[in-house]
């Protein structure tokens, strides 16, 4: 990755924008959705700066940029159309350490501001490392038509049950699998339907009824060539509710990109056409965890007598026909 991804916490953020037109001002509004910690600095401003000024009670340094006024902030965007002007300003932020960003000069800045879906509080980052903005911008529509306008009232409702769940409902994976339905199913259909007395009720319901605990299980995944287009949705399903994943150097490396982050890896040294650890893997599944082995091509999986004589559950899956 070119680009480093983050998200900086909106409390911490006191921003200075050098410059008073119109993209000074796609800035500043931007800025405006996390924090009105915000100083302008331009003698003169546009009709829409000043608006926003004005409405938001900004503090507006009404000069030019000058030299040794840096200090006091950490975030700086120099929008100003004289680039002799932005190129003193990211020195001096460079020298300061301090986050620049210098409109439409990537090379003059330590960060980029990324195209954004928001669906508050849940938000999607996007770029193309500056690459291809026409290509990053399909790729937003897309996204965005799958999401409904009311998304982030299931993260509300998420966060204001996480601790009754996490008590009722033992076990990581566990977890996931319940929020998965609830979200699925009935009661997300509710939230964003604006019923939220109704889902309330059908989540206390869900937590009343008995739930067992963790299963561990083994699924054993062929890849075929590996090619990561090929994922079948089966494959993915599995991959993303794993809690540890095996696999050696001849898998493509690129599929463990679409492995849970928090689940658990083993890198192998023996080739899985050679040995399939299955002590290891069945260690983990009897501790209540789902393991995939990730397999390079199709081999038939050779016997085990652990394995056979074992009541965890397996399956094996063919992805990348």
């Known amino acids: 990755m070119n680009y480093y991804p983050i998200f900086l916490t909106s409390d911490k953020i006191n921003a200075i924008v050098i410059g008073g037109g119109e993209v000074a001002a796609r800035k500043i509004e931007l800025l405006l959705k996390t924090t009105t910690k915000i ?26 940029y000058q030299k040794g006024l840096l200090e006091s ?23 300061l350490k301090l986050l620049i960003n210098v409109v439409d000069q990537p090379e003059l800045c330590s960060y980029i501001t990324p195209a954004i879906i928001d ?7 996007m770029s193309s490392s500056g690459s291809a903005p026409i290509l990053l911008r ?21 966060l204001k049950f996480r601790d009754h769940v996490k008590a009722r409902v033992k076990g990581l994976r566990n977890r996931r699998t319940f929020w998965e339905a ?10 964003l339907q604006g019923n939220s007395q109704q889902a309330e009720q059908q989540l206390i319901v869900s937590l009343n009824e008995e739930i ?3 299963q561990g299980e083994i699924t054993f995944i062929h890849t075929l060539d590996g090619d990561p287009d090929k994922l079948t949705l ?30 658990d890896k083993f890198p192998q040294n023996t080739p899985s056409s050679m040995l399939i650890n299955y002590q290891h893997a069945l260690e983990l599944a009897e501790a209540g965890k789902k393991v995939i082995y990730l397999l390079a091509e199709h081999h038939a999986l050779p ?19």
């Open 303 to 321: 016997h085990n007598s652990a394995l056979a004589l074992s009541t965890i559950s397996t399956k094996e899956l063919i992805s990348g026909i």
């Open 73 to 95: 902030f950490n975030l700086v965007i120099a929008a100003t159309d004289n680039s002799t002007v932005n190129y003193e300003i990211f020195e001096e932020a460079e020298k």
């Open 119 to 125: 669906r508050s509080p849940i938000l999607i980052a």
């Open 212 to 214: 067992p605990p963790p």
């Open 182 to 191: 609830t979200l699925r199913g009935t009661i997300g259909n509710a939230i």
């Open 234 to 263: 089966g494959a993915h399903r599995e991959m993303q509710f794993a809690d540890a994943v095996f696999y050696d150097e001849k898998v493509n490396e690129n599929l463990i990109e679409y492995i849970r982050r928090d689940a």
């Open 39 to 64: 100083t302008v600095m331009s003698k003169e401003v546009n009709s829409s700066v000043e608006r926003l000024i004005n409405s938001n009670k900004l503090n507006w340094l009404g000069h030019n």
């Open 138 to 158: 399909m790729l937003r529509e897309q996204i965005e038509k799958t999401l409904p306008d009311g998304y982030g009232k299931l993260a509300d409702f998420s």
